[in-house]
Antibody
């Protein structure tokens, strides 16, 4: 059974950092591009970043460029999102998903940026 | 960025009714590799998104065949042939032809 399990969310003050993790199982993680998608409370879906199979290629939406870093550890079948200089507008549920065809999604992890 | 416009934003239906959702793109979604990277998702209340359709018209694994997708270029449609109670939620189209990937604003399907 395919599983994507996010962790690392929580309440953080503006300007601080947080690192999300997504543990994958049930499929060959290293064969898939991976992505993070977020959803602000009561809002729609917003793509955040993706990473290639080997990690050598990454792409970010403009609003997080220079503040967020996507990475992966294929040996651990884990995807990461390092979020620095957090802003209130980054408050959202963050989902990890397979970028190849968006067929697998995690359950999401909530990040709240507030003082 | 590519803008995807979904209509309607709210769709009221009875069980068994057939309904359609439109997704219009600000640019053609036909990629140079010949594929059109247009997807449809359903997000039920309190759940993560579930992929229904990929590459315009391909049914995802385990998705009932009452769902179908069609279209080309800039105009795309998701059809549900006979709404069931489990279909209620918010539907999103998404394109991944042009970076960055973008989502439509969503269509909420509710019971009439």
């Amino acid at each position: 059974e395919v599983q994507l399990v996010e962790s690392g969310g929580g309440l953080v003050q503006p300007g601080r950092s947080l690192k999300l993790s997504c543990a994958a199982s049930g499929f060959t993680f290293s064969n898939y591009y991976m992505a993070w998608v977020r959803q602000a409370p009561t809002k729609g879906l917003e793509w955040v970043a993706y990473i290639s199979t080997g990690g050598g290629s990454t792409y970010y939406r403009d609003s997080v460029k220079g503040r967020f870093t996507i990475s992966r550890d294929n040996a651990k079948s884990t995807l990461y999102l390092q979020m620095d200089s957090l802003r209130s507008e980054d408050t959202a549920t963050y989902y990890c998903t397979t970028h190849n065809n968006y067929d697998y999604w995690g359950q999401g992890v909530m990040v709240t940026v507030s003082s | 960025d590519v803008v995807l416009t979904q209509t309607p934003s709210i769709l009221s239906a009875t069980i068994g009714q057939s309904v359609s959702i439109s997704c219009r793109s600000s640019q053609s979604l036909l990629d140079s590799d010949g594929n059109t990277y247009l997807y449809w998702f359903l997000q039920r209340p309190g759940q993560s998104p579930q992929r229904l359709i990929y590459l315009v018209s391909n049914l995802g694994s385990g998705v009932p065949n009452r769902f179908s997708g069609s279209g080309s270029g800039t105009d795309f449609t998701l059809k549900i042939s006979g709404v069931e109670a489990e279909d209620l939620g918010v539907y999103y189209c998404m394109q991944a032809t042009h970076a960055p990937p973008t989502f439509g604003g969503g269509t909420k399907l509710e019971l009439k």
